[in-house]
């Protein structure tokens, strides 16, 4: 255990990490043995998104800096620029709060840009949910780069743990914790159906469907079609509101943002467009929605906490680990349908009985300790870690037990 205070830099780029750490931030804030340093970039600085760190500064946290990646352009070589604007923005950031320690998050082009300026400026990366698999997007690869760069790794499933080793990663300093952002089901309020439709402004509380749809970046110019097939589909519910949240900044979002403005404005008083719902809030919208439905993380890691089915649409997130509650579709109008009329009609009755893949809370009071009590010295600068061509067979054999196929329909 160290004596001196650990200056801890936690990145967020946008509302859907911020809404992952929020309890790991709350957890550090109060840790005695650490000095707190909260860095907002990317998507929670453009109004285009809403704004979103001032709802950081809401919940009662400071922020240390902010980096701006002029999100202007949703282009592929816009969000080169914008990346490259990061990182410089991330070195200065750097080099005024001096931490000890960076933290990172997932896989997005922001969290690379820090990664990046952290390791150039030979400051200590721990990373949270690497060694996880997103076929349909480009994050893979930035995922595994940050990987790379980290010396911590606190993953969310025992086979993300074995990826990481298999990457080359000392084994001491990869912990399973479960996914931190599940901590949030028990602590968020628990708006009713009302109070939460009054809090944002719709009328009636009718039943509702909750929709994301991001840009599947590893295809370029498939968007158009996604929108497409799950606007079609969702306009055939008629006895259900629906309710969207924004976009994200990937390349190609204006195509997905264009498509739900229309599709909203063309149905007034029935489907609605959120630029952020906020954490309390959507965590309210997860438990009471009928289905969770479109290619979002959250539809993979914290509806299926909660209990409520998700439609994952398209090769977005492939590769994943899937609960019970989750249904597989492609890019198909029909197909979507089906799997709609299957949820909504009551005929879809998962097994829940089985430990969901990615725990069940008390992700952020495992990683705030760790972080506060790890040997930095002994973790960092780190050597890459062989494997004994016996350990590899048995680590491959672990993957094979462990393996999911993620194109499986859960029905």
């Not at 995922?143 to 001491?172: S, W």
Request: with cysteine.
């Amino acid at each position: 255990m160290t004596t001196s205070r650990r200056r801890i830099a936690v990145v967020t780029g946008s509302r859907a990490d911020y809404g992952l750490l929020r309890g790991l931030l709350a957890r550090l804030r109060e840790h005695a043995g650490t000095d707190l340093q909260v860095v907002a970039c990317g998507m929670h600085l453009a109004p285009r998104f809403g704004e979103t760190w001032r709802a950081i500064e809401a919940d009662g946290f400071t922020l240390a800096e902010k980096v701006d990646f002029e999100l202007d352009d949703d282009t592929p070589q816009g969000v080169a620029r914008s990346t490259g604007i990061g990182t410089i923005g991330f070195s200065r950031a750097f080099q005024r709060l001096s931490p000890d320690l960076v933290v990172a998050l997932g896989d997005r082009f922001e969290i690379l840009s820090a990664a990046t300026a952290a390791t150039l400026s030979n400051i200590p990366i721990a990373h949270i949910h690497g060694g996880e698999i997103t076929a349909g997007a480009f994050d893979d690869a930035i995922r595994h780069a940050v990987t790379k760069m980290a010396c911590i790794h606190f993953v969310a499933a025992e086979p993300y743990r074995l990826r990481v080793i298999q990457m080359g990663e000392n084994p001491d300093f990869i912990f399973n914790v479960g996914a931190p952002g599940l901590d949030q089901a028990d602590v968020a309020p628990a708006l009713d159906r009302s109070s939460l439709f009054e809090s944002l402004g719709i009328g009636e509380p009718r039943r509702f469907l909750l929709a994301t749809l991001h840009p599947t970046t590893a295809r370029p110019g498939a968007d158009r079609d996604t929108a497409a097939a799950l606007l079609g589909a969702l306009a055939q519910v008629k006895d259900r509101n629906i309710i969207f949240t924004g976009v994200n900044a990937d390349p190609g979002n204006r195509v997905i943002d264009n498509a739900v403005r229309d599709f909203v404005s063309a149905r007034p008083r029935r489907a609605y467009l959120f630029t952020s719902l906020g954490s309390d809030r959507y965590w309210s919208a997860l438990r009471l929605a009928d289905v969770v439905i479109g290619n979002s993380s959250s539809g993979i890691l914290e509806a299926p906490a909660v209990g409520t089915p998700s439609i994952n649409i398209g090769e977005r997130q492939l590769g994943r680990l899937r609960a019970a509650s989750i249904i597989d579709c492609a890019v198909d109008q029909a197909e979507i349908s089906a799997a709609l009329r299957l949820v909504l009609e009551g005929r879809f009755q998962p097994d829940l009985s089985t430990e969901p893949p990615y725990g069940r809370g008390g992700a952020s009071d495992r990683i705030a300790n760790l972080l506060q009590s790890i040997n930095l010295t002994k973790a960092f600068p780190k050597s890459f870690h062989d494997l004994s061509s016996t350990t590899i067979s048995q680590h491959l054999a672990s993957l094979d037990r462990s393996r999911v196929d993620p194109c499986q329909p859960a029905w």
